[in-house]
């Protein structure tokens, strides 16, 4: 099995500091990369047989895609501030991104036929909702749920506050069970503020074929290809991260673990 995290690389000529594949990840459909673009630099991609939702994680930029130009799109200066945007790509197509100033963007991509337009995801559009309580409360902003189109991908931000628990109590999506369960594979793209800090996830299975126990540092991604996969953000950090997720079916059905189950009842 791939290691389950993944560090940042030196951005290459394209300001790329992350390609996850289904190759690289040992899995089939969730695609990831971060990019970060100085001021006036342009990417250009074709998306080919997979759909792309494009996240500015901070900054600005000029956004063109299936052949129409949607102006530029952003604005925060970084993922920890409100209204993301966001850029929905389809299959079959290509789009271009111009920096207007330094900018950090998250391509997220997975299986897809080309059914739907290109169209930018406003703020507004971005349901938000905070979940939990006391120490497992967290806030999340939800880019592309399934209540919107797309044909394979589910994209999410979430906060957790310092010293809180998030993706908690433990669950997890890895069956292809419906109506109980789907089958979702899963990236966690994790930032710290201040950036010296950590988050720990652990990430596992019933049987524990699977346990690990990962620290994520600011800019690093932790895999999930199967299991349940809690994540803590320590006293004084607080942490974002970005979640992608597709699979065969698009919809998000998780069962939670037995043994921290009881605490649901109580909340």
Same mark, same amino acid.
């Given at each position: 099995m791939p290691n389950l995290l993944v560090k940042p690389s030196r951005p290459d000529a394209d300001g790329r500091?992350?390609? +996850?594949?289904?190759?690289?990840?040992?899995?089939?459909? +969730? /695609?990831?990369?971060?990019?970060?673009?100085? *001021?006036?630099? &342009? !990417?250009?991609?074709?998306?080919h047989r997979r759909e792309a939702c494009i996240v500015m994680l901070s900054g600005r930029a000029r956004?063109?895609? *299936?052949?129409? @130009?949607? /102006?530029?799109?952003?604005?925060?200066? &970084?993922?920890?501030?409100? @209204?993301?945007?966001? !850029?929905?790509? =389809?299959?079959?197509?290509e789009w271009t991104l111009t920096a207007d100033g330094d900018c950090e963007i998250a391509v997220c991509t997975a299986p897809a036929e080309g059914r739907l337009? *290109?169209?930018?995801?406003?703020?507004?559009?971005?349901?938000? %909702?905070? $979940?939990?309580?006391?120490? #497992?409360?967290?806030?999340? $902003? #939800?880019? !592309?749920? %399934?209540?919107?189109? *797309?044909?394979?991908?589910l +994209?999410?931000? +979430?906060?957790?506050?310092? /010293?809180?628990?998030s993706s908690y109590p433990p669950h997890k999506h890895d069956r292809d069970a419906l109506p109980d369960e789907s089958l979702l594979e899963e990236t966690y793209y994790h930032r710290l503020n201040?950036?010296?800090?950590?988050? !720990?996830? $652990?990430?596992?299975? @019933? @049987?524990r074929s699977l346990d690990e126990t990962l620290a994520a540092s600011d800019g690093d991604v932790v895999?999930? =290809?199967? /299991?349940?996969?809690?994540?803590?953000a320590p006293h004084g950090y607080e942490l974002y991260y970005l979640n992608v997720m597709a699979g065969p079916k698009r919809i998000w059905k998780f069962h939670n673990d037995p043994a921290h189950e009881w605490m649901l009842a109580k909340a």
């Open positions: 500091i992350h390609a +996850v594949t289904p190759e690289t990840a040992g899995w089939t459909y +969730v /695609g990831f990369e971060v990019f970060r673009l100085k *001021a006036g630099q &342009s !990417l250009h991609r074709e998306t956004a063109s895609a *299936a052949g129409q @130009d949607f /102006g530029t799109i952003g604005g925060r200066s &970084s993922p920890f501030e409100p @209204d993301p945007w966001s !850029l929905y790509v =389809p299959a079959r197509s337009p *290109a169209r930018v995801i406003r703020p507004e559009r971005v349901g938000q %909702e905070t $979940r939990g309580k006391g120490t #497992n409360t967290r806030h999340v $902003r #939800n880019i !592309l749920p %399934e209540t919107e189109p *797309a044909e394979s991908l +994209v999410v931000e +979430v906060i957790t506050p310092p /010293g809180h628990w201040p950036p010296t800090g950590f988050a !720990l996830q $652990r990430v596992y299975t @019933d @049987d895999l999930v =290809p199967r /299991g349940y996969h809690p994540v803590g």
